[in-house]
């Protein structure tokens, strides 16, 4: 989808960011990656046939230094706090707002050797 596309672009934007995001899952080694989640629906329909849709994002950030996870999705959080725009690249999204569903937390870790940190996001936009 186009949108999580230039969320993730604008997100790498970010200066000093550790890691790049990429789309999908924590891999086994240090890593910090953007999943949808359940919860995102249509909550209006047009007449013109697009869509208010609100989607639902997890940020996950893992790695074994702890302070390095709690800082880059603090950073992230606050960038998204700021973000105002993101422009489509082919047109199928317009841009409302993105708002922090969950600031940064503890998320569950399989060793005692990683931190894994989350943030949740909630995007609201228009689908053509």
């Known amino acids: 989808m186009d949108f999580l ?10 200066p000093e960011l550790p890691l790049k995001i990429r789309k999908g899952f924590l891999s ?19 007449y013109d ?42 047109h199928s999204f317009s841009f409302m707002n993105i708002t922090i569903a969950s600031k940064p937390f503890i998320g569950p870790t399989e060793t005692q050797d990683w931190f894994v940190f989350l943030l949740d996001i909630q995007a609201k936009i228009i689908t053509y």
Do not use: C
């Open 5 to 14: 596309d230039r969320l993730n672009e604008s997100i790498n934007s970010i």
């Open 28 to 46: 086994e080694k240090e890593s910090l990656a953007i999943t949808p989640i359940p919860g995102g629906h249509i909550s209006q329909r047009f």
């Open 49 to 90: 046939g697009s869509k208010e849709e609100i989607l639902n994002y997890e940020i996950a950030m893992k790695s074994n230094d702890g302070s390095k996870v709690e800082s880059t999705l603090w950073k992230i959080a606050d960038f998204i706090e700021k973000l105002k725009e993101l422009d489509s690249q082919n």
